[in-house]
């Protein structure tokens, strides 16, 4: 009786059979067996599974060596049957799905939509395992006219390319040796990134942006960033971190380095480190003049003395600093300070205004104000605009002031209100004091009472303010030493008078009528 286990399912006759008719038998197998040697297709079911049984002893595409997979439309697998079959295809995917080759219990295939493999059945019953070519092995060289590859290459060792011409991505997982020049008419992208050992270039022809470092991180870090970093075995003070260089050329053609940025190693110490950033420009031929340098105990403009010019503008002054380059004057608000340092004001010239002004940190602190009394005012003023007092100092000790209520003090310790508060003095410094007191006719009345301590006043009342020595103003010396006073009338008229009452200082009318009666003193 025939049999078909062979793996091309072809008949196999037994012995005695088929008398006379044998012939035909094996023409038909030889035709199966021409049959695998060639191309055919299997419609695959638009289902999750399906499957393709090798015909015994009769034709069948499934026998073929290349065979076409078509029909589909979803994802399945497919059942190479029967299980004990052991043969090799070349099977090209052409659904539109992944395709998965089973056989049995053992290991599958996967076939991508479009994709192309060589895949085996070992015929191992209900364990039989479908088998991928996954490596093509050549001891010899590969020689063809011409390479069309679909999909990938991996490539482990060396390959030599004269010309590649690459439609698709290139994945390289180790190193790609180039020695001679890679030119790419596209953007290269690297999505790994990618290091360079040696000095690169990269040269455009028009004024688009030659690099851009771009960052689509969204989150609040630092980014894009550029780092230069001197990798440096044996770092030491004063090595050079790195240079950033602005060139250009000459009316000559000769390149010229126009300006840069240098940074350098100050300390290099462990736990002290300090650095250095300097910003250079070429001066009248010069390079290398520093314009700004900043290291580790200074920041310092114009380094190298040179006639240069330091300007600050503000959004009303062109000049709201200034320092001049050639006589080192500083101005604030002046164009040409003719000395050492010089302020101009701007206004309108309605109101006192301060050339300098010292104000208190805190809101609404106390300001001082030195400058003109107004914009148009050839007048000089010293104002401290709030209730405060003026001092004058010589060795960190007060020697004067004026007081807020405008008295003037020389020797006090502190500012004063009224006369009779001011601490003693020594003799030779004064301070002067006026008033005014409603005194009713012919009636002594205080003017001020002086304070304790040796002094010398001079004493001067006037009626109803007019001081007229001859019919109304009296003036006296008054000497005390704190607890007994003594008083020399030096004007006397009729009509106002000056006397002592313990340390009072006491004025007397006879105009006839309740006046005001003003006085002076100045302590000697």
């Given at each position: ?55 015994d002893g009769a034709t069948d595409q499934f026998r073929s ?346 020797g006090t310790a502190v500012g004063v209100g009224e006369i ?26 205080t003017m001020v009472t002086l304070p304790a301590g040796f ?70």
């Amino acid at each position: 009786m025939a049999t078909y286990v062979n793996d091309l399912r072809l008949k196999e006759i037994a012995t005695g059979d088929e008398s006379g008719t044998w012939g035909t038998s094996t023409n038909t197998n030889l035709e199966l067996i021409a049959e695998a040697m060639g191309h055919g297709a299997e419609a695959v079911a638009n289902a999750s599974t399906h499957t393709i049984t090798m015909a015994d002893g009769a034709t069948d595409q499934f026998r073929s060596t290349f065979l076409r997979l078509t029909g589909g439309g979803q994802a399945c697998t497919v059942t190479l049957a029967p299980n004990t079959l052991s043969h090799t295809w070349i099977m090209r995917n052409e659904t539109a799905a992944a395709l998965t080759l089973t056989q049995g219990s053992g290991a599958n295939v996967v076939i991508a939509a479009g994709q192309t493999k060589i895949v085996a059945t070992d015929g191992a019953g209900s364990g039989a395992v479908v088998y991928e070519m996954d490596d093509l092995e050549l001891a010899g060289n590969l020689v063809a006219a011409s390479l069309d590859i679909s999909g990938d290459i991996d490539v482990d060792g060396t390959t030599n390319l004269d010309i590649v011409d690459i439609d698709g991505a290139v994945n390289m997982a180790t190193t790609a040796l180039v020695t001679g020049v890679l030119t790419t008419t596209a953007a290269t992208v690297f999505n790994g990134g990618f290091a360079s050992n040696a000095a690169s270039t990269i040269t455009t022809a028009d004024n688009t942006d030659t690099l851009s470092l771009i960052s689509t991180d969204a989150d609040a870090n630092a980014g894009p960033n550029l780092r230069m970093f001197r990798n440096s075995a044996s770092p030491a003070d004063s090595d050079t971190l790195g240079v950033i260089e602005f060139e250009g050329k000459n009316d000559a053609g000769t390149t010229v380095r126009y300006a840069g940025i240098d940074s350098r190693i100050v300390d290099a110490s462990d736990g002290t480190e300090d650095g250095r950033l300097e910003l250079v420009t070429t001066l009248a031929g010069s390079a290398g003049i520093s314009r700004l340098y900043m290291d580790a105990t200074e920041t310092v403009i114009n380094d190298n003395s040179k006639d240069l010019d330091f300007r600050v503008e503000s959004d009303v002054n062109t000049h709201t600093l200034f320092v001049e380059g050639s006589t080192g004057n500083v101005g604030i608000g002046a164009a040409s300070p003719s000395s050492s340092f010089r302020t101009s004001i701007y206004g309108d010239g309605s109101s006192i205004i301060g050339g300098i002004e010292f104000r208190n940190a805190t809101s609404g602190g106390a300001t001082f104000t030195v400058g003109h009394a107004s914009a148009t005012s050839p007048s000089g003023t010293i104002n401290v605009v709030d209730a405060g007092n003026l001092t004058f100092n010589t060795s960190n000790a007060e020697r004067a002031r004026f007081v807020a209520a405008g008295e003037f003090c020389v020797g006090t310790a502190v500012g004063v209100g009224e006369i009779a508060n001011v601490q003693p003095v020594t003799a030779g410094r004064f301070r002067s004091f006026a008033g005014a007191q409603s005194a009713a006719n012919n009636t002594a009345t205080t003017m001020v009472t002086l304070p304790a301590g040796f002094a010398t006043y001079i004493v001067n009342l006037g009626f109803n303010g007019v001081n007229n020595a001859g019919a109304y103003g009296a003036t006296a010396i008054i000497h005390t030493d704190g607890t007994t006073t003594s008083l020399t009338q030096l004007v006397n008229p009729s009509n106002m008078t000056i006397s002592l009452s313990g340390m009072a200082v006491q004025g007397t009318q006879t105009s006839g009528a309740t006046l005001n009666i003003s006085f002076s003193i100045l302590r000697m």
